[in-house]
């Protein structure tokens, strides 16, 4: 019983859940998130897409599970390995799907089409579009984009195009780092590898994260001044230092210390990386809820 449980744990990933965090952004831009309802609202929220989230991803193991098991870690996956019958992998997917959809329901109905969008996307990746070239990369950062756009449903605000934006961009940018870290892991070995990494390489993948770091810092940088605007004021331009070095240290880790495969765990276990998050987030915070 407590194996399975410590399967059933693995298997929803909880450690990408960071991943999830991104539904409080437009609340944090917003100016709202300290208020009682929609940080509970936004709270929610989180838990709904997390659910989500962990369907896909047991519904993405039960479709690869004999693929992964020819891969060097991705065989320890709990439905790879056979500790978590197919079966029961089924059941535990419909289980995490009715409570996401109940959570959302609480929250704005909207969330729950929001969530069905995700859902379907997923589905559309793991049978054909996750072996297209580009576009699979794309797609895994519009579900970034989803996430974002989460927030801004589960407190009824507005979002700019420039957030959007630089939404987009960034999610771009950690799945270009995903693709490589994948690459170099398989540079020996290449047929080991999944199907749509044979369509790429490491000088094209240097390439494509060259370019979406300069727009991702561009995109955030007029959105911080848009930001400004708006408000007659001059503050969220103090946070653009926060994500030029936020960027340059990931860019330092793919290149130097061979990171980026995981993006969970580069944001837990390197300082640089939290501690930029963290005080990022909390003179955003200062800055839009506190306002000089």
Not at 86 to 111: E, H, I, K, T, Y
């Amino acid at each position: 019983m407590i194996r399975m449980m410590k399967a059933i744990l693995k298997e929803i990933r909880i450690k990408q859940y960071t991943k999830n965090a991104l539904v409080f952004a437009a609340p944090l831009f917003g100016g709202v998130l300290l208020e009682w309802d929609a940080f509970f609202a936004t709270v929610l929220t989180f838990i709904a897409f997390s659910l989500t989230a962990s369907a896909v991803y047991i519904l993405n193991d039960i479709m690869d599970r004999e693929k992964d098991r020819q891969h060097p870690v991705k065989k320890y996956r709990p439905i790879a390995a056979g500790v978590i019958p197919v079966s029961f992998a089924w059941g535990l997917f419909a289980l995490l799907l009715v409570g996401a959809g109940l959570l959302s329901m609480a929250v704005r109905p909207a969330l729950g089409w929001l969530l069905l969008t995700y859902l379907v996307m997923n589905v559309a990746y793991s049978l054909r579009l996750k072996h297209v070239v580009l576009i699979d990369v794309m797609i895994v950062a519009a579900g970034f984009v989803l996430r974002a756009f989460a927030g801004v449903i589960a407190v009824g605000i507005s979002a700019s195009e420039w957030f959007i934006l630089c939404v987009f961009m960034l999610s771009m940018f950690l799945a270009l780092a995903k693709r490589r870290s994948e690459m170099l892991l398989f540079l020996s070995n290449p047929s080991r590898q999944r199907k749509v990494l044979q369509e790429y390489s490491i000088e094209l993948l240097n390439q494509l994260l060259a370019v979406v770091t300069a727009v991702s810092m561009t995109s955030y940088s007029l959105f911080a001044l848009q930001a400004d605007r708006d408000t007659n004021g001059f503050s969220m331009m103090m946070t653009i230092p926060f994500v030029v070095y936020g960027m340059m240290r990931y860019l330092y880790l793919i290149h130097n210390k061979g990171m980026g495969g995981k993006p969970e765990d580069v944001l837990l276990h390197d300082k640089g990386i939290l501690w930029t998050c963290v005080l990022f987030a909390l003179l955003v915070v200062f800055l839009r809820d506190f306002r000089w």
